[in-house]
């Protein structure tokens, strides 16, 4: 499965952005779809996962409560919104495909090539 990440951008401490990621190639919806993220000079980090249904969520304690991920399989899309940023959300964000419910990036086998968030101050 090929994925496209979108939505990125600059916004201020507080703001919003919501972040969309396509999948062509294969139905979205054989896979479990994870957001990672990397912020400069760090390693790469989860952020979120969500089940084949969209039934199932789990969030890395740092955005709990701020960011939401969702899947609409019928149109090939996951979303990540992300409310409440803070200028530490800053990286580049990526989705990725996996056949198992896992936070581990070794068990995602697609990425996208990444959308840059950017929190100001």
């Known amino acids: 499965v090929q994925l496209v990440e979108s939505g990125g951008g600059l916004v201020q401490a507080g703001g919003s952005l919501r972040l969309s990621c396509a999948a062509s190639?294969?139905?979205?919806?054989?896979?479990?779809m994870g957001w990672f993220r990397q912020a400069p000079g760090k390693e790469r980090e989860f952020v979120a996962v969500?089940?084949?249904?969209?039934?199932?969520?789990y969030y890395a304690d740092s955005v709990k409560g701020r960011f939401t991920i969702s899947r609409d399989n019928a149109k090939n899309t996951v979303l990540l919104q992300m409310d409440s940023l803070k200028p530490d959300d800053t990286a580049v964000y990526y989705c990725a495909a996996s056949g198992s419910w896992s936070a581990l990036e070794t068990a995602y086998n697609s990425w996208g090539q990444g959308t840059q968030v950017t929190v100001s101050s």
């Open positions: 969500i089940s084949w249904s969209g039934t199932n969520t």
């Open positions: 190639g294969r139905a979205l919806g054989s896979y479990i």
